[in-house]
């Protein structure tokens, strides 16, 4: 073997599908890691902050860092940058030879890229209750119809005298154990 085959020290390969979870991407705990190493330089905090359990995993998720690294480099030096990658796609919209299917996919690979290519309506999200939604629809289609939007009142159900009794004996339960 010649002197530079053997400094050449070689990746590992990551396969995305098989039975375990090995060899996935698992970008989530290489970010943890990235902020673990922003904190300390130890790899034993580092593995503990991230939420990796053994050693073995911890080395694999930096040899994937180290992977990312190495990949986002060479994009740099042969010129493959994001505004590349943008100007490339709309010179494929742009070109009047291109068939309205090959615009169509450069289009949704915009919507895809800042995450416009599904919508998801997630009420967990917005803060707002299942009611909430209801009276905001019901005003939204009644500004048009110039109709008042009916308040509705709740009638709250009578609790049954059993219920109550039993409520109040766990309330002097509860009194008797922290005094």
């Known amino acids: 073997m010649k002197k530079e085959e053997q400094s050449v020290k070689l990746k590992p390969v990551l396969f995305y599908n098989g039975r375990y979870n090995y ?8 970010d943890l890691l990235l902020k673990a190493m922003e904190i300390t330089g130890d790899p034993e ?10 050693v073995t995993e911890f ?6 860092l180290h992977i990312r690294r190495d990949y986002h480099s060479a994009m740099g030096r042969w010129g493959i940058t994001p505004d590349y990658i943008v ?5 494929i919209i742009e ?21 416009l290519d599904t919508y998801k309506s997630d009420v967990s999200d917005s803060g707002n209750s299942w009611e909430d939604l ?5 005003v939204r ?14 009638i709250v159900p ?10 109040e004996l766990e309330k002097e339960i509860g009194k008797g154990m922290y005094d």
């Open 158 to 167: 009578e609790i049954p005298k059993e219920e109550l009794e039993r409520m």
């Open 87 to 91: 100007q490339k796609i709309k010179d």
């Open 23 to 30: 060899n996935s991407s698992n970008r989530f705990k290489q």
């Open 141 to 154: 289609d009644n500004i048009n119809n110039d109709e008042k939007v009916a308040d509705y009142e709740v």
């Open 95 to 115: 070109d009047i030879y291109n068939k309205p299917a090959i615009k169509l996919r450069a289009l949704e690979m915009f919507l895809k890229s800042v995450g």
């Open 45 to 54: 905090k580092m593995r503990q902050m991230a939420g990796i359990k053994t």
């Open 134 to 138: 209801i009276a905001d629809d019901n």
């Open 59 to 64: 080395y694999r998720e930096m040899d994937k």
